[in-house]
């Protein structure tokens, strides 16, 4: 309960005003004598007492910081947290379900890059097996008309050889007669007489017999 | 009368009214609650109004004291605190917007009233052992038993204890009420002095330069002030409440 110079140089104008006697007043503590005055007068309370400490004042400002508190209190409670908190909650949530899309989005691309690359695999897969039908194919087919053709040189050859072995045993055959005719006309001559066909082909015989 | 740097703090009746001999006038310092509740709720209200995915620069502003308080809360009395949220934010926006009301040139200050941060302090000392003994009976009382203590020491540091709990709504009410009245007085006497010193002549103005230097400062530093003793008065708050939510966890 300071007394400011404010207040002291009040004083006499308060004394009037509450007509107080001067001599009570010297007596009392300054705190009732702002009582006195303060309920009489609204302007008074520059009196002795440090305003903050006017506690004539307690009462309305407590009632008046109830009501203006407790106000405050529901208006927030009931209408601004909710708000704030919904915003707050919305953009949470938004947040969240942008993040879950671009995540489904990130699934959808990555399945439909495994897709491409399986159905790449499988079409080089299907690539190779065409082209190794196709050559495999290729290599039957070759194999046939090689074997075709082996097979009709082989009949050519047969038959050659056949040939050749008809004409061999003919020259053969015809080697017999020419050596018998020689040998005929030989002994003729060396000997001067004809020797019989028949005994002609005997020696011939017997000399390629050995 | 004018020059009085305690006239600021007057409390003068607008309506008086007077209920079973006591006075519950509307005053200055009533005014001055309702234009805080309406600066406050509105700035709130209407700010959040258009409820944007992206928020306007107001409405982050709300946002963002928003999520202050509630991270603050969140850290001082664990997520269990969450229940005290609006009040919290009520004390919290209620603190800051009376203290940056007040730092307007001829507005009233209701946070330079004891009465009224005393009233707030209770309110919150009050709801912390309500709830404490709500919450736990008389389990609550282990607030005042550390755990670990030697048997020889028990009384002295229960002592201490209840003590240091029955001084909170005080030192709570005065940390608030005295750093609103001291910047507010400090600042109207260095303003005091430009006005005075500016009286008399050339050197007179030449001299108060470094009181007018010193009241620009002094003002950067109330709002600073208006600002941290809102965010102080809330954070003892988180902490008291989170005794009533853990009384055994020292």
């Given at each position: 309960?300071?007394?400011?110079?404010?207040?002291?140089?009040?004083?006499?104008?308060?004394?009037?005003?509450?007509?107080?006697?001067?001599?009570?007043?010297?007596?009392?503590?300054?705190?009732?004598?702002?009582?006195?005055?303060?309920?009489?007068?609204?302007?008074?309370?520059?009196?002795?007492?440090?305003?903050?400490?006017?506690?004539?004042?307690?009462?309305?400002?407590?009632?008046?910081l109830a009501i203006?508190?407790?106000?405050?209190?529901?208006?927030?409670?009931?209408?601004?947290?909710?708000?704030?908190?919904?915003?707050?909650?919305?953009?949470?949530?938004?947040?969240?379900?942008?993040?879950?899309?671009?995540?489904?989005?990130?699934?959808?691309?990555?399945?439909?890059?495994?897709?491409?690359?399986?159905?790449?695999?499988?079409?080089?897969?299907?690539?190779?097996?065409?082209?190794?039908?196709?050559?495999?194919?290729?290599?039957?087919?070759?194999?046939?008309?090689?074997?075709?053709?082996?097979?009709?040189?082989?009949?050519?050859?047969?038959?050659?050889?056949?040939?050749?072995?008809?004409?061999?045993?003919?020259?053969?055959?015809?080697?017999?007669?020419?050596?018998?005719?020689?040998?005929?006309?030989?002994?003729?001559?060396?000997?001067?007489?004809?020797?019989?066909?028949?005994?002609?082909?005997?020696?011939?015989?017997?000399?390629?017999?050995? | 009368m004018s020059n009085?740097?305690?006239?600021?703090?007057?409390?003068?009746?607008?309506?008086?009214?007077?209920?079973?001999?006591?006075?519950?006038?509307?005053?200055?310092?009533?005014?001055?609650?309702?234009?805080?509740?309406?600066?406050?709720?509105?700035?709130?209200?209407?700010?959040?109004?258009?409820?944007?995915?992206?928020?306007?620069?107001?409405?982050?502003?709300?946002?963002?004291?928003?999520?202050?308080?509630?991270?603050?809360?969140?850290?001082?009395?664990?997520?269990?605190?969450?229940?005290?949220?609006?009040?919290?934010?009520?004390?919290?926006?209620?603190?800051?917007?009376?203290?940056?009301?007040?730092?307007?040139p001829y507005f009233?200050?209701?946070?330079?009233?004891?009465?009224?941060?005393?009233?707030?302090?209770?309110?919150?000392?009050?709801?912390?052992?309500?709830?404490?003994?709500?919450?736990?009976?008389?389990?609550?009382?282990?607030?005042?038993?550390?755990?670990?203590?030697?048997?020889?020491?028990?009384?002295?540091?229960?002592?201490?204890?209840?003590?240091?709990?029955?001084?909170?709504?005080?030192?709570?009410?005065?940390?608030?009420?005295?750093?609103?009245?001291?910047?507010?007085?400090?600042?109207?006497?260095?303003?005091?002095?430009?006005?005075?010193?500016?009286?008399?002549?050339?050197?007179?103005?030449?001299?108060?330069?470094?009181?007018?230097?010193?009241?620009?400062?002094?003002?950067?530093?109330?709002?600073?002030?208006?600002?941290?003793?809102?965010?102080?008065?809330?954070?003892?708050?988180?902490?008291?409440?989170?005794?009533?939510?853990?009384?055994?966890?020292?």
């Amino acid at each position: 309960m300071s007394v400011t110079p404010a207040s002291a140089e009040s004083t006499p104008f308060e004394i009037a005003q509450a007509e107080t006697p001067a001599d009570t007043h010297a007596a009392q503590p300054a705190g009732e004598v702002h009582t006195e005055t303060g309920v009489a007068h609204g302007e008074e309370h520059a009196s002795g007492v440090f305003p903050p400490f006017d506690q004539t004042t307690f009462a309305s400002q407590v009632l008046w910081l109830a009501i203006t508190f407790g106000l405050f209190y529901l208006l927030m409670s009931k209408l601004v947290i909710p708000r704030i908190g919904g915003i707050l909650e919305t953009r949470h949530d938004r947040i969240a379900q942008d993040l879950d899309e671009a995540s489904r989005l990130k699934a959808e691309a990555d399945a439909a890059i495994a897709s491409y690359e399986q159905e790449l695999a499988s079409a080089r897969a299907k690539g190779n097996a065409i082209a190794s039908t196709a050559r495999d194919e290729a290599k039957a087919k070759a194999d046939a008309e090689r074997a075709k053709i082996e097979a009709s040189l082989q009949d050519k050859i047969a038959g050659a050889e056949a040939r050749i072995a008809e004409i061999k045993a003919k020259a053969l055959a015809d080697v017999g007669t020419i050596a018998e005719d020689t040998t005929g006309a030989l002994v003729e001559q060396l000997i001067g007489a004809k020797a019989t066909k028949a005994e002609v082909a005997s020696a011939v015989k017997t000399a390629a017999g050995e | 009368m004018s020059n009085d740097p305690t006239h600021q703090f007057l409390v003068n009746k607008i309506v008086p009214i007077e209920i079973g001999g006591i006075d519950f006038s509307f005053t200055n310092s009533s005014l001055f609650m309702v234009a805080t509740v309406a600066v406050a709720a509105g700035f709130l209200y209407f700010t959040t109004s258009q409820r944007g995915l992206v928020p306007s620069r107001l409405q982050s502003v709300s946002e963002m004291s928003y999520e202050f308080v509630a991270s603050m809360l969140r850290d001082g009395a664990g997520s269990h605190g969450m229940k005290f949220f609006p009040f919290v934010f009520s004390l919290f926006m209620f603190v800051l917007t009376a203290n940056l009301i007040g730092m307007v040139p001829y507005f009233f200050t209701v946070t330079s009233q004891i009465i009224v941060t005393f009233t707030l302090a209770l309110l919150v000392i009050g709801t912390v052992i309500f709830y404490g003994f709500f919450k736990h009976g008389f389990g609550f009382l282990k607030l005042f038993v550390p755990s670990g203590v030697p048997g020889a020491l028990l009384p002295l540091v229960v002592s201490i204890e209840v003590i240091s709990f029955l001084s909170r709504p005080i030192s709570l009410s005065i940390r608030l009420f005295a750093n609103m009245l001291a910047g507010h007085i400090t600042l109207k006497v260095f303003a005091g002095f430009v006005a005075s010193l500016g009286a008399f002549g050339a050197i007179g103005v030449a001299g108060s330069i470094l009181p007018l230097l010193m009241t620009v400062a002094l003002t950067g530093l109330e709002f600073l002030v208006s600002f941290l003793q809102a965010y102080v008065f809330a954070v003892l708050t988180c902490m008291y409440l989170n005794d009533a939510l853990h009384p055994g966890g020292h």
